[in-house]
Structure formats: C-alpha cells, structure tokens
C-alpha cells in the first residue's frame, strides 16, 4: 500500500477509505455501516496474505477480505472481529448466505487493537481462510468464479471503528 495505484477508494459521511503512511486505511463512523477499497483487478484463482490491525473503536467489529467481487452486488467475504469471532459468507442479489457458522469464535484471532495476519486462498470452488498461520474456515462453494479483491471494516452497534490493512501480498493461481 505504498501508494494509491489502482485502489478504488472513496469517501462519505459513513466511511472513509485511504492510504495512509503505507497502509490501507478503513474508517467506519457511523453503527450498522460497512466501507472497503478494491484493487482494480480481476482474479479466479489466488492467493492472498495481509496484515490487519484495528487502530481505533470497540472491539465488536468486523474486517476482512472480499474476493470474486462484481462491484458491490456479488462477493465472497471472509471476516474476523477484535473480539475473537469469525465467519464466511456469500452476497449475491441483495441476499446473504452463510458459508460457515455465524460468527463463531476462534482462539487463532488475536483479540483487541492486535495484529491479524489474515490468509486465503482461492481455487475453483475450494476456499481456505487462515488467521495467523491457524485454518479458520474450508468451504465449496461454486456460485462466484472471478472478480476484484478488496478488504472492509464495519461497524455493528457503535462507529469510530478504524482498522489499518499492510504488507498485503496477492499470488494468482493457475
């Protein structure tokens, strides 16, 4: 996150997102909200690491990685929270699907303003998601097969949430 580049970042009332002194930067201002950047680019298979730290805000959070994105109606998210839960979802067509438990706790999620070394890969309709170095989550699931890769914060009942993503590394699978 050195520089801007081709990251689709935006700005409102709600949310904020930017690069801020080499990282990604996620502000949630207002409860019930949700705001994330892309890269730009398309991807089927892949893999991807990132760092992501909450800086600011409660720890009923939550952060992630968005992949196989078609603008904001169809994704794939893969989200922690600073109180130590986890969950995979679907969104498609204005609807979600589970794809894991809801939010579930994990003892690999490092809890409060802690560094999360957050890990996925991608291929065909296989998905891995690891928290530092631990499998959280494996799933099948064939409905989205390519899109832009993004990474979110939001907030649940309390805003001020902010949450620094750095040392992102993207790999494309064959």
């Known amino acids: 996150f050195d520089a801007v580049g081709a990251w689709q970042l935006s700005s409102d009332a ?7 002194d080499g990282r990604l930067l996620i502000i949630v201002h207002e409860p019930g909200q949700v705001a994330w950047a892309v890269t730009g ?3 089927s298979n892949l893999r ?3 760092e992501a730290t909450p800086i600011a805000g409660p720890v009923d ?9 078609d603008e904001d109606t169809h994704f794939y998210a893969f989200s922690i929270s600073a109180d130590g839960y986890a969950r995979a979802a679907r969104y498609a067509d ?4 589970l794809l894991s438990a809801d939010w579930f706790p994990h003892a690999a999620i490092a809890q409060g303003m802690a560094t999360n070394r957050l890990e996925l890969e991608a291929q065909g309709a296989q998905f891995s998601f690891w928290v530092n170095g631990e499998l959280v989550v494996e799933l099948s699931d064939a409905e989205l ?5 993004g990474f979110y914060a939001g907030a649940f009942n309390e805003g ?3 949450v620094a993503f750095d040392n992102l590394r993207i790999e494309p699978l064959p």
């Open 41 to 43: 680019k398309q991807f």
């Open 48 to 50: 991807l690491a990132v």
């Open 61 to 69: 959070n939550e952060y992630g990685i968005l992949v196989r994105m």
């Open 94 to 97: 204005g609807q979600w699907t």
């Open 14 to 20: 709600a949310a904020e997102t930017r690069i801020e």
């Open 145 to 149: 097969t390519q899109g832009d890769v």
């Open 160 to 162: 001020a949430v902010q």
